[in-house]
Structure formats: C-alpha cells, structure tokens
C-alpha cells in the first residue's frame, strides 16, 4: 500500500507570491491533516480535513486555507507568502482507527 | 489547552547506553498518547501508541507507559543502536466522546545522537 505523498517535496518562493502544495492520502483513509514544523515553533496544527469539510483548524491566520477533493486528496494553499512561512509542510492521513496518524515526507518551502 | 513537554536535547549516548526521554502532558479528559520519530529529511514515523491508563506500547525495543497519576509518557530503550540517531516527539491526541479528533499536539522533540 503506497504511503502518504506530498508533492513537491521542495519549493523555493519571494515574499507575497502564494503556494498550493498537495498531499496524497494512503488509500481508503478520509482525514487528511496538515501541520507546519519550524525550528522555533516545533510542530503546530493548520487544519484537518474529513469528507471535502475542513473538521479542526488551528490558530494560523486567513491566508493559510486547505481543501479536500471527494478522492480525499488535499491541498493547502498559502497566499501572500511571508519569510516566516518558510517550514516544513507536513501532511497526515488516518483510517478512522485507532487515532493514528501516518505522515508524509513533506513539503520544504522557503521563502526570500 | 492542551500540551506536551519533553525534555530538552540534544541528547547523546555510547551504542547500548540505556535511553530515557521524559514526556509529561496537559489534557483534559483521557488523551491517546504517542511518540513519533523523525529521520534526517523524513516525515514523521510513528514509533508506539497507548490509549488508556497504563498501556504500555512498545516496538522495535522502544516502551513507554501511560502514566494518568503522573501525566507521563516517558520513552525507554534498554540499548540503544547508531541507527536509532533521530528526533524523537511525545504527542496527545485528545479525547473525543463522538466522533474522531485527529488534531496531535507535539512536545519540541529531542535530538538523539547515538555514537558507535
């Protein structure tokens, strides 16, 4: 069974462009979760997204959004990038049980 | 809110030194608790989960046991290896009465360097 995959695994943006990066579930799994992780801040919580409906969201401002397609892919999309969104975006889907989570590689953005 | 504290890193051992990693949490209810690891240039992996008060989950040496009186998640490995040179997360995902809660709160994770 293939893994959770994000693509791309790297990108390279300037301040006040936007980004959309996606995220594959593993098969069958409905909840697709997307977190930031940055040396100072550690792993935070953006959103999670269950059935196309965004279920849980974090405390990131309005330009972070998220969408989920009826395939359960997702995508997060940044608009107005700021030097401090550069991170690792990492993605996360779950089967419903057992609560866990399986991530992906990630998606390395950098901002200048 | 919820949170987790772990202890600062980075932490580093001889092949077959005894691992501790401290783990203590906030959260209200009874949280299912878990410790993902995180390799060079990887996404996270998860290592061993408990659901309940006094679980002990274990995998590939690696044991920690839910510990409600103390609110402690402490991973343990009797010997570790050069391989096992990573960053290590305590997470909680908080109690859910109805449907499903999939949002993980993290610790600040370790950095665990194992020398030969």
């Known amino acids: 069974k293939a893994g959770v995959t994000q693509t791309p695994r790297y990108l390279i943006k300037t301040r006040g462009q936007q980004v959309t990066l996606s995220c594959s579930p593993i098969?069958?799994?409905?909840?697709v979760s997307w977190y930031q992780q940055t040396p100072g801040q550690g792993l935070q919580f953006l959103f999670e997204?269950?059935?196309?409906?965004?279920?849980n969201k974090g405390n990131f401002p309005g330009r972070f959004s998220g969408r989920q397609f009826s395939n359960s892919r997702s995508e997060m999309n940044v608009s107005t990038l700021e030097l401090g969104d550069s991170a690792l975006y990492l993605c996360?889907?779950?089967?419903?049980?057992?609560?866990?989570?399986?991530f992906g590689a990630g998606t390395r953005l950098s901002v200048l | 809110g919820n949170s987790v504290t772990q202890m600062e890193g980075p932490v580093t051992l001889s092949e077959e030194a005894f691992l501790t990693i401290n783990c203590t949490y906030t959260?209200?209810?009874?949280?299912?608790l878990f410790w993902y690891v995180q390799y060079p240039g990887e996404g996270l992996q998860l290592l061993l989960k408990?659901?309940?008060?006094?679980d002990k989950g274990s995998n590939k040496g690696f044991e920690a046991t839910y510990r409600k009186e103390t609110t402690s998640f402490h991973l343990e490995k009797g010997s570790v290896q050069v391989s096992d040179s990573a960053v290590y997360f305590c997470a909680l995902s908080p109690f859910n009465s109805g449907g499903s809660n999939y949002k993980l709160t993290f610790g600040k994770g370790t950095l665990l360097t194992v020398n030969p």
């Open positions: 959260a209200t209810g009874y949280p299912s």
């Open positions: 997204y269950f059935s196309e409906t965004q279920r």
């Open positions: 408990a659901t309940k008060a006094d």
């Open positions: 098969s069958g799994h409905r909840s």
């Open positions: 996360a889907s779950t089967s419903g049980l057992g609560n866990i989570q399986y």
